[in-house]
């Protein structure tokens, strides 16, 4: 993990393999995983939201991005400095 950069939502970690957790539950080469979800233009885990006191550690929630240099994470990063500028704008 990279505790220094936040997890934005993007989806692409989990849609490039599936996590131990849920290789375990789904199988080792289901892809995508079926627990992956889009809520409020955001990728979410579903089997987190569905017990987060019990899958916040194991699926290292909140502990920062896994995949930081990755395309889908760079162009929201890039959407969302966009639009704090253009906000900024007269
Ligand atoms: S690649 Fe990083 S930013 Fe994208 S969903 Fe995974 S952890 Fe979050
Ligand atoms: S179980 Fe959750 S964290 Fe693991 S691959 Fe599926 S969506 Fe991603």
Request: net charge negative.
């Given at each position: 993990m990279n505790n220094s950069l936040n997890c934005v939502g993007c989806g692409f970690c989990c849609t490039q393999v599936i996590c131990r957790m849920g290789s375990m539950l789904y199988?080792?080469?289901?892809?995508?995983?079926?627990?992956l979800a889009r809520r409020n233009d955001r990728h979410v885990c579903t089997l987190y939201l569905s017990d987060p006191a019990r899958y916040e550690g194991i699926l290292a929630?909140?502990?920062?991005?896994?995949?930081?240099?990755n395309p889908l994470r760079r162009d929201i990063t890039k959407e969302v400095l966009s639009h704090l500028g253009s906000r900024d704008k007269p």
């Open positions: 199988g080792h080469y289901t892809n995508p995983c079926p627990a929630i909140g502990e920062g991005c896994c995949f930081p240099d």
